[in-house]
């Protein structure tokens, strides 16, 4: 049972995500570059959504696993020339049906991406990878709130919007969308009074 549980709590994050807010990773890139991303949906965003938005930016890993499991459903059919011409163009309409229905949600989120080099004392981007890191963790801090009863549904919203609007109108961003439509009413509203601002 435990591990029944423990399975479907693995699943419901790799196809919900970790965190109704977002995402955050850390990785390291060519010639030692880490690479720190928090991500930050539009709040109010649906359960829903957030799957849409995390099947877009897992697009590249779907095209290819899609590509192979396609290419050998064909090749079973046809000919391998056209098996792969077959391939070909599901996989374009998988991009193009998913891009088009993802076209509004993917513009609204807001993406903070700090690349630090190996050995840079530069202060600046030491400062913003902080701000970055503590964004995260202060989203997850109130979400953790939020689950034990410490934190109202009110509460964690104002927290979310103020993080987002953090990463979408401060310089400590590098990447940001500022559309946001699909979600919920109060999203429209908050935007609009940023923007006032």
């Known amino acids: 049972m435990n591990v029944h549980s423990a399975c479907a709590r693995e699943w419901l994050a790799v196809r919900d995500g970790r965190h109704r807010w977002g995402d955050t990773s850390a990785v390291v890139g060519r010639y030692g570059v880490v690479v720190h991303t928090v991500v930050v949906y539009p709040p109010g965003c649906s359960t829903v959504d957030r799957r849409w938005i995390r099947a877009w930016?897992?697009?590249?890993?779907?095209?290819?696993?899609?590509?192979?499991?396609?290419l050998a459903g064909?090749?079973?059919?046809?000919?391998?020339?056209?098996?792969?011409?077959?391939?070909?163009?599901?996989?374009?309409?998988?991009?193009?049906?998913?891009?088009?229905?993802?076209?509004?949600?993917?513009?609204?989120?807001?993406?903070?991406?700090?690349?630090?080099?190996?050995?840079?004392?530069?202060?600046?981007?030491?400062?913003?990878?902080?701000?970055?890191?503590?964004?995260?963790?202060?989203?997850?801090?109130?979400?953790?709130?939020?689950?034990?009863?410490?934190?109202?549904?009110?509460?964690?919203?104002?927290?979310w919007h103020a993080a987002y609007d953090s990463v979408r109108t401060r310089p400590l961003r590098s990447r940001a969308r500022t559309v946001a439509s699909g979600c919920r009413a109060d999203v429209d509203s908050a935007l609009a009074r940023s923007t006032l601002e």
């Open 57 to 70: 930016r897992s697009l590249p890993m779907i095209s290819i696993l899609a590509f192979w499991i396609c």
């Open 74 to 159: 064909f090749s079973t059919l046809m000919p391998i020339a056209g098996a792969f011409a077959a391939t070909i163009g599901v996989i374009l309409v998988l991009v193009a049906a998913l891009a088009y229905r993802c076209r509004d949600l993917r513009r609204a989120v807001a993406e903070l991406v700090t690349e630090i080099p190996p050995g840079s004392t530069d202060a600046g981007l030491h400062a913003r990878e902080a701000r970055a890191l503590r964004l995260a963790a202060s989203l997850d801090v109130a979400e953790k709130r939020l689950a034990e009863g410490r934190l109202d549904e009110l509460e964690f919203q104002a927290r």
